[in-house]
């Protein structure tokens, strides 16, 4: 099982980025994606998950309202997008993969594949 994170780069504030999660390996059509970050020196979080068919969703507060995660089952893509940015969205994205749920998780130990981590800078 591999998932291949991409999309990260250097945005000013204000602006926006698209990450994009490519897995591979299995068939993840039928369990809960999500992505979380994670800032050096700090825990990593939960940002944003979405169930298997991509009908609920959960966000941390903080990106409520300017994040929007899908997914193509088709594809075995999940995606991240992410406006309105701000110099606090600063951190390495991981996408994620869950064990066997199938419903939106924010807890780190129900997912069990990572992705590689995609950095995101943004500046003020």
């Known amino acids: 099982?591999?998932?291949q994170a991409s999309g990260g780069g250097l945005?000013?504030?204000?602006?926006?980025l698209r990450l994009?999660?490519?897995?591979?390996?299995?068939?993840?059509s039928s369990i809960a994606m999500g992505w979380f970050?994670?800032?050096?020196?700090?825990e990593r979080e939960f940002v944003a998950g979405i169930s298997?068919?991509?009908?609920?969703?959960?966000?941390?507060?903080?990106?409520?309202?300017?994040?929007?995660i899908s997914r193509d089952n088709a594809k075995n893509m999940v995606y991240l997008q992410m406006n309105s940015l701000k110099p606090e969205d600063t951190a390495v994205y991981y996408c994620a993969v869950a064990r066997t749920l199938r419903s939106v998780s924010y807890r780190q130990n129900d997912y069990a594949f990572w992705g590689q981590g995609t950095l995101v800078t943004v500046s003020s």
Request: glycine share 18%.
């Open 1 to 3: 099982v591999q998932l």
């Open 11 to 16: 945005e000013q504030a204000g602006g926006s």
């Open 20 to 28: 994009s999660c490519a897995a591979s390996g299995r068939t993840f």
């Open 37 to 42: 970050r994670q800032v050096p020196g700090k």
């Open 52 to 68: 298997w068919s991509g009908g609920r969703t959960s966000y941390t507060e903080s990106v409520r309202g300017r994040f929007t």
